[in-house]
């Protein structure tokens, strides 16, 4: 605890804190030991809670498969490090895991301005066989080449959610479509991928306003709420965290604009509509209604598919150290992304059992190859496979429902 408290919030005692990591380091001999995975993301800040809800959610799938005993032997440990949702400290965090820690691997990174700025270490590194595993994005970098190859990826992509909302919404005659989006790479592949699917149904963006990633709650978009209503929009599909895409929200319905807006799974829909109905109670306004979320993961009501019932199991009995993310911060007992953390635990504790007779980082590509048609049970199988750097396709499409997103069962709600 103490090496993730010096990591986390960088005060302490070099001497010791190195000491420690000495003798923390992975034991790759023949003997079982500890594989440790490093883990950057932002664990304070505007997007300080996402992160430790994914921590969360991983960590309680890891400690339950480390208190069975993990792989013959063999048990995992992930070393977290705040970045704070900002690329330099991304990348530092990244070299210390790589040059002093000597992990296993780099697991569960979060947000794609990020994880972009350390795709070039991917490839400095490779000789090291040092790999991406899981990262909360879906942006095209981490699918595609140069960097593609050393990215293995769980979650749908940006450009398949935005597809599917835009097919969605252009189906119930809503085609005139506007988009919101942080100004930054997450953005601007959200952007492009909404795009992209209007081209597909003869229509274009009809307006945008793009804002500065780290916009808090508080910030008003009255401005940018003006130059895309200007346009008469149909819809505004939104590429933004939780905090940002929330204040807009707020500022589309202080403005009297009642249209539908749509968001991606970077947005953190549970704390989005958490700060939302906050506003609501003080406010007497409605914040909530005709709001659409894409999702990469089931609803973690279903409790019909076995990893929703196993995840709710574990996450009821985690007791694990409150990582901080600011004053106010409660752990949710369920959410989207605290369950995507838990099932990227399930994959790792999978890698790890198909190496445990010889876990060598240069193995990583061989095991992910094997992963074809894997029961995880969410109701559809993940494969990678040869030359497969994704492992799942499913997007799942909700709405506000009693103050919680929900399954959409039926898109009439928002025909024209």
């Known amino acids: 605890m103490l090496i993730i408290l010096k990591r986390l919030f960088g005060a302490g005692v070099l001497g010791v804190l190195a000491c420690c990591l000495l003798l923390a380091r992975p034991c790759l001999a023949r003997e079982p030991g500890e594989l440790v995975f490093g883990m950057s993301a932002p664990f304070t800040g505007v997007n300080g809670e996402m992160g430790i809800e994914f921590y969360r959610g991983l960590m309680a799938y890891i400690e339950h498969f480390n208190r069975d005993g993990g792989a013959s032997g063999w048990t995992i440990r992930v070393l977290p490090a705040n970045d704070g949702y900002n690329p330099q400290p991304c990348f530092t965090n990244t070299v210390e895991f790589v040059t002093r820690d000597d992990v296993f691997a780099l697991f569960s990174y979060v947000g794609t301005p990020t994880v972009a700025h350390i795709l070039p270490l991917l490839r400095k590194?490779?000789?090291?066989?040092?790999?991406?595993?899981?990262?909360?994005t879906g942006a095209e970098p981490m699918r595609t080449e140069p960097f593609g190859r050393h990215v293995y990826n769980l979650r749908a992509s940006y450009f398949q959610e935005t597809a599917g909302l835009v097919d969605?919404?252009?189906?119930?005659?809503?085609?005139?479509?506007?988009?919101?989006?942080q100004n930054d790479a997450y953005g601007r592949t959200g952007w492009?991928?909404?795009?992209?699917?209007?081209?597909r149904h003869g229509e274009r963006i009809v307006a945008e306003a793009a804002y500065t990633r780290g916009d808090s709650f508080a910030h008003d978009f009255s401005a940018e709420v003006d130059l895309i209503m200007a346009a008469r929009p149909d819809a505004v599909?939104?590429?933004g965290t939780y905090a940002s895409q929330g204040a807009f929200i707020r500022s589309m319905r202080d403005?009297?604009?009642?249209?539908?807006?749509?968001?991606?799974?970077?947005?953190?829909?549970?704390?989005?509509?958490?700060?939302?109905?906050?506003?609501?109670?003080?406010?007497?306004r409605r914040y909530t209604d005709n709001l659409i979320c894409s999702q990469v993961v089931p609803c973690y009501e279903d409790t019909s598919l076995p990893a929703v019932r196993f995840y709710r199991e574990l996450m009821d009995n985690y007791r694990g150290e409150p990582l901080a993310a600011g004053q106010g911060y409660t752990p949710r007992r369920f959410s989207y992304v605290s369950f995507e953390g838990f099932l990227n635990g399930i994959?790792?504790?999978?890698?790890?059992?198909?190496?445990?007779?010889?876990?060598?980082?240069?193995r990583i590509?061989?095991?992910?190859?094997?992963?074809i048609d894997l029961d995880i049970g969410i109701g559809v199988a993940v494969s990678f496979g040869p030359g497969r750097r994704q492992g799942l396709d499913a997007v799942y499409y909700t709405t506000v429902v009693d103050g919680l997103f929900q399954p959409i069962r039926d898109w009439s709600e928002w025909r024209r």
């Open 125 to 136: 590194y490779s000789e090291r066989h040092i790999y991406l595993l899981f990262p909360l």
């Open 168 to 181: 969605h919404l252009t189906a119930a005659g809503r085609r005139r479509i506007a988009v919101f989006y």
């Open 192 to 199: 492009d991928g909404v795009r992209r699917a209007l081209e």
């Open 237 to 239: 599909i939104c590429i």
């Open 255 to 284: 403005k009297g604009h009642d249209i539908p807006v749509a968001g991606v799974s970077f947005s953190d829909s549970d704390k989005m509509v958490e700060l939302l109905m906050l506003e609501e109670r003080r406010s007497g």
């Open 347 to 362: 994959m790792l504790g999978e890698i790890v059992r198909r190496m445990a007779d010889d876990p060598r980082r240069a």
């Open 365 to 371: 590509p061989e095991v992910m190859e094997s992963l």
